[in-house]
């Protein structure tokens, strides 16, 4: 009568195919996943970031730069991210690449007043402000310390594009005018100008020079120019006049003797008597052979009647 029992031991073919059925369900789920999921990141929020910050977030994010644009905004701070595309929060394939735009700031900046700032200081301003330093001129100023800007053309206030180039002056301090101090002894030298403002340094070697031994031969900053005060002068000390012989020029016509004496590093002093026919030079004032200072003043005597 009844229905036969299945054998024991073998498991029902409903059973085998509902457990194929799940691990097929399973199997395609994960693959679905992967594809619509597992292959794809989702691009970071990078509105306000720098560039830099930017580039490093999207690296680590396994993501790159399509490139990099830049455009005005008076909503983002120059040199911060603006805009990227795809925008923050869209996933992407996890080898893409994102475009992202820099703020350049305003349309239109006001150059800031910085007259008496450091120049470095005055530079570093104008960069945050988004325009760019320009040519640096110096002058004297009684007012403006050393270092630091008298103006700026365009002026303070004035509205620039950014990126507009701006020129600066700047102080070279107070204006010194520096006196001659050659031949004087050098403390003396160095005192006068010390007590004008001035800063005195000593040249390394000392020089043959006209002057005594000790006084100053030579000076860095000539006579007569304007320096700033707190500059440097750089005093050269005389070792006194080189010792040269002199030629004997007795029985010279004169002007032989004077040519004579000058190229061998002397002056000339012609001694002429009230009457005379001669240019034959009849003596010298120091006699050939001997040594004398250079530039001395060598007096030559022409034979009277």
């Known amino acids: 009568g009844g229905r036969r029992s299945a054998p024991a ?9 509902v457990v194929v059925g799940v ?39 396994g993501l790159g730069v399509k490139g990099v644009d830049r455009k005005f905004s008076d909503a983002f701070e120059r040199g ?20 992202i735009t820099i703020s350049r700031g305003p349309e239109v900046v006001s150059v800031p007043n910085l007259k008496g700032r450091p120049l470095e200081e005055a530079k570093q301003e104008l960069a945050r402000t988004g325009l760019a330093p320009g040519v640096v001129t110096q002058a004297f100023s009684q007012d403006v310390a050393q270092g ?54 000593t040249a390394p070697e000392q020089v043959n020079a006209p002057s005594d031994p000790g006084t100053v031969a030579n000076q860095s900053i000539g006579a007569g120019t304007q320096a700033a005060a707190g500059d440097t002068v750089t005093l050269t000390v005389s070792k006194g006049p080189r010792q040269l012989p002199v030629p004997n020029v007795v029985g010279q ?29 009849d ?9 004398a200072a250079e530039g001395l003043t060598i007096t030559i005597r022409i034979k009277g009647l």
């Open 9 to 17: 031991g073998r498991p029902r073919r409903g059973v085998l195919l």
């Open 23 to 61: 691990l097929l369900a399973l199997g395609i789920g994960t693959g679905v996943w992967y594809i619509n999921s597992g292959q794809f990141t989702k691009v970071p929020n990078l509105l306000g970031k720098t560039e830099e910050q930017a580039r490093t977030q999207l690296s680590e994010a």
């Open 80 to 99: 911060t991210v603006m805009n990227t595309d795809p925008p923050g929060g869209r996933r992407i394939r996890g080898n893409g690449a994102v475009l």
């Open 148 to 201: 630091s800007v008298i103006s700026t053309n365009p002026a303070g206030g004035e509205k620039r594009a950014p990126d507009t180039a701006v020129a600066f002056v700047v102080s070279k301090g107070r204006p010194v005018p520096v006196p001659g101090v050659t031949g004087l002894p050098f403390e003396q030298a160095k005192a006068t100008l010390e007590g004008l403002g001035l800063k005195v340094a």
């Open 253 to 281: 016509d004169v002007d032989d003797a004077r040519r004579t004496l000058e190229a061998a590093g002397f002056k000339v002093k012609v001694d002429r008597p009230l009457i005379t026919f001669s240019k034959t030079v």
């Open 283 to 291: 003596a010298q004032s120091v006699l050939a052979g001997q040594t």
